[in-house]
Nanobody, 116 residues
């Protein structure tokens, strides 16, 4: 059964950096798109970034130029490098996948807190 496991969250000061990882098990990610979402307290979950099977990327306007999504197919892992973090980036970050054979999958989430 496919599972997504996020890691790398934590607390950081404004302007700092974090790298999140989403390890996929039970499914081979090659050639499939996968993405990151986030949900801040009291707000709806929103898309942050996605990467296609050929590594084309897309980003929410709020994170363009600061966040970078990448993948390592050999490790079946997707990363989200977050730089110049702002307090408004504080949220639980989720890995998200949709596939015909496995349906929609979410990870358990990892907390990112940006505060001075």
């Amino acid at each position: 059964q496919m599972q997504l496991a996020e890691s790398g969250g934590g607390s950081v000061q404004p302007g700092g950096s974090l790298t999140l990882a989403c390890k996929v098990s039970g499914f081979t990610l090659d050639n499939f798109s996968i993405g990151w979402y986030r949900q801040a307290p009291g707000k709806e979950r929103e898309g942050v970034a996605s990467i296609s099977g050929v590594s084309s990327t897309s980003y929410a306007d709020s994170v363009k130029g600061r966040f970078t999504i990448s993948r390592d197919n050999a490790k079946n892992t997707v990363y989200l490098q977050m730089n110049s973090l702002k307090p408004e980036d504080t949220a639980v970050y989720y890995c998200h996948f949709v596939g015909i054979s496995v349906g929609e999958k979410w990870g358990q989430g990892t907390q990112v807190t940006v505060s001075s």
